[in-house]
């Protein structure tokens, strides 16, 4: 069995370095002996280890113990977008669903009652799901963005040298970075609606302000940094009062000589005689 598994997934990344024009899969034609359970619970479930249960379990969606025609479509991802396209229009699309749909259940629905149960599942075994990636029914279950994350980027990008702008330049980049311009357009189109202003006026409008911004990081970058000023170096206790009575003696009473009636600041100036009992006390740590 392990060697078994070895090979397939030896068979499985050959395919996919040499598939790479079309997401990394080949299209196989229907009929074709092809393991499609494992590959799409490898590379759409990141799970390598199953059994025909678990696997029932994961795709019946509501639970019932039934898969019904639309968990069938779904283990196949037959409306997800890259499966759309593959489809020259809506009506072919739902002859290719249906097509997919009996082919499955002519497999596995043993009592023709338009369902597979989990006992009819088992029994067929999850070997016994054909594959259809010919006809773009490739098995994908997540958003776009996320399907390409998963089949793409992760495969192709996932080092700092596969990211540079160089580097993307394969189809599926090409046709992905296209997609997120169609998206900054139509909402450039939208703000334009809402302002009242054309298209190419809106575009300006973003044009500037992000010449504005770039002008205001590179000013920033030539600003020099505050620098903060050094705490004073922290004296021991009787190093900083151990001459504050003889501080005071010099300094004479509260009211007299140069210091007058000054607020005290040291804690000298804070023991001469007279001195308001208000300034005796300990506004700060280390006062006293």
């Known amino acids: 069995m392990l060697n078994t598994r070895a090979l397939f997934y030896a068979i499985l990344c050959f395919k996919l370095a040499y598939g790479h024009g079309d997401h990394g899969k080949p299209a196989e034609t229907e009929g074709e002996e092809v393991d499609y359970a494992m590959r799409h619970m490898a590379s759409e479930h990141h799970i390598d280890t199953f059994d025909p249960k678990s696997f029932f379990l994961l795709h019946d969606l509501n639970g019932d113990g039934e898969l019904v025609p639309d968990e069938i479509e779904a283990i196949y991802g037959v409306h997800h977008p890259y499966s759309q396209k593959k489809s020259a229009d809506e009506e072919a699309h739902q002859a290719k669903a249906n097509h997919i749909v009996k082919t499955v259940l002519e497999i596995m ?3 023709n009652d338009g369902k597979i149960s989990l006992d009819e599942f088992v029994a067929a075994g999850v070997h016994a ?3 259809f990636e010919g006809l773009g029914a490739e098995g994908h279950h997540y958003d776009v963005e996320s399907e390409f994350f998963l089949h ?3 495969e192709f ?3 700092p040298e596969s990211q540079t702008d160089e580097s993307y330049t394969h189809p ?3 046709e992905h970075f296209a997609a997120h311009e169609e998206i900054e357009k139509q909402e450039v189109l939208k703000e334009a609606q809402f302002q009242g202003i054309s298209y190419e006026e809106a575009v ?4 500037r302000a992000e010449q504005e911004a770039e002008q205001a990081r590179k000013e920033a970058a030539l600003r020099p940094k505050p620098t903060r000023q050094a705490k004073p170096e922290k004296k021991e206790p009787a190093e900083e009062f151990g001459t504050a009575k003889e501080e005071s003696e010099q300094h004479g009473e509260w009211g007299s000589g ?8 040291t804690p000298g100036e804070r023991l001469r005689k007279n001195v308001p009992y208000k300034y ?6 280390g006062d006293f």
């Open 109 to 111: 629905d043993k009592n």
């Open 258 to 265: 140069d210091k007058g009636y000054k607020v005290p600041q």
């Open 172 to 174: 599926e980049d090409i």
């Open 280 to 285: 005796k006390f300990r506004r700060n740590w």
């Open 157 to 159: 990008h996932s080092t």
């Open 204 to 207: 300006a409008e973003h044009e």
């Open 129 to 131: 799901l054909p594959s």
């Open 152 to 154: 793409h980027e992760e």
